[in-house]
DNA sequence: ATGTTCTATGAAAACTTGTTCACTGTCAAG
DNA sequence: CTTGACAGTGAACAAGTTTTCATAGAACAT
């Protein structure tokens, strides 16, 4: 994915923010007066450039309508898989389910409302309220991470980031994306299962983090 | 909370299914279109009604731009309680974390367009995903539940319906909500705390359910 | 019977919003 | 030194959208 410009990148948070908070999109105008452009013309031409990057989707036409692009899409397989089960590439991200608890006290950029509605990673990740992360859900299949409870068929949600020793993570591995315990060893770097019956670590050279597992979401 | 006529449920529903499906809020003419007025006002009167009853806050002017309420506000207390601790009422319900897995196959109401996001109630009740639940989460405070596996700091997913024998819910006692297992022995119910510390039993006479916990989310 | 609510039509007004056109300037890469 | 990406102004237009006004039947409670 193309690198986004410092500006373009604000104002991709800056949207994302607004629908955390306010539940709907804001209008190239809204954008303009956040930033104080002269002009919607600056504006119109960030959403182009964040278009064409393919990180945010607009609907021609109409009003306050967009949709972002996905943080990861990941093919099936064996083992602790996670699966990318979603219809095609327009899965969606945004939004919150309605969540009643641990209200942020201020959100320093968008200061202009009262009602605020912590996002769903708001009783997650305590430590980072402020900015709406690109979080997104993933069904765990398999068990190589039971000794973590995390089980076949749970939910996990994973938060890009950069991941410490002992994260638990969404990783790539030989192309396909797997659920595993970050252990760094002095410079060496492995994954790990938890679960007795798989091979304890597993050496990487190369490793794509996707994200790391803030929580899991199990049924009653 | 006054009762919504079958025609403006109907019409709530398919805008939170817009938001659910699309990330975005639907106009008064797709609205229109959906349904098959001839008048716009047709709408336009709807939605008056759905704000005037409290379930739909819009944003006068603006395009596409609702709030919804949220399902349930709760008072404190000790032992497992269940507590509200966003800001004020203005709570909002909407949306989706972007979740890629389960998708529905068809969404009887929602038939015009092909992709689809599985709210973040898909995971978790299998069973009911014709339309958007209006589930909501909270926070669980207490140990009364521990043998269910629901922690203190725990976030239940609470989803309104009618309970069965067996199921864990959220009911309010003497003016308090607290998480509980329902209960059924022939004509009498009961809400029995999953804790050995805990009496078993609470005899309950009159009982206000405010919904069913379907799911629970655990930091990692 | 009478008022109220729900439902709806049809047309137009008023406002919001996305989009386009013409033009300027900076900065780094080739 | 030119080219291209990035960032922006200013004005105007076209389309999208909400909102208002006038009108009316059906169901239902008082």
Redesign the interface.
């Known amino acids: 994915m193309e690198e986004l410009t410092k500006r373009q990148a604000a104002i991709l948070e800056y949207m994302k923010g607004h629908?955390a908070e306010?539940?709907?999109?804001p209008?190239i105008r809204d954008i303009q007066a956040k930033f104080r452009f002269a002009s919607t013309n600056a504006v119109f031409g960030h959403l182009q450039a964040l278009e064409r990057k393919g990180v945010l989707q607009r609907?021609p036409g109409?009003?306050?309508?967009?949709?972002?692009a996905?943080?990861a899409?990941v093919e099936d397989l064996s083992e602790t898989i996670i699966?990318?089960?979603?219809?095609?590439e327009?899965?969606?991200?945004?939004?919150?389910?309605?969540?009643?608890?641990?209200?942020a006290a201020g959100l320093p950029d968008y200061t202009e409302s009262?009602?605020?509605?912590a996002?769903?990673?708001a009783?997650?990740t305590e430590g980072s309220r402020r900015r709406a992360p690109q979080?997104?859900?993933?069904?765990v299949r398999g068990d190589s991470m039971i000794d973590?409870?995390?089980q076949d068929g749970d939910?996990?949600?994973i938060e890009p980031g950069h991941p410490k020793h002992g994260d638990?993570v969404a990783a790539l591995i030989d192309g396909q994306t797997t659920l595993k315990r970050l252990v760094k060893q002095g410079s060496k770097t492995f994954l790990k299962a938890e679960n007795a019956n798989y091979p304890d670590l597993v050496p990487v050279t190369e490793l794509v983090i996707q994200g790391i597992?803030?929580?899991?979401?199990?049924?009653?």
């Open positions: 629908v306010h539940s709907y999109w209008s609907i109409a009003a306050r309508a967009y949709k972002v996905p943080v899409v699966r990318y089960e979603g219809p095609d327009n899965a969606i991200l945004l939004g919150s389910i309605p969540f009643m608890g641990s209200i009262s009602g605020v509605v996002s769903m990673q009783p997650i979080s997104f859900a993933l069904r973590a409870d995390i939910t996990v949600i638990i597992a803030k929580s899991v979401v199990k049924p009653i």
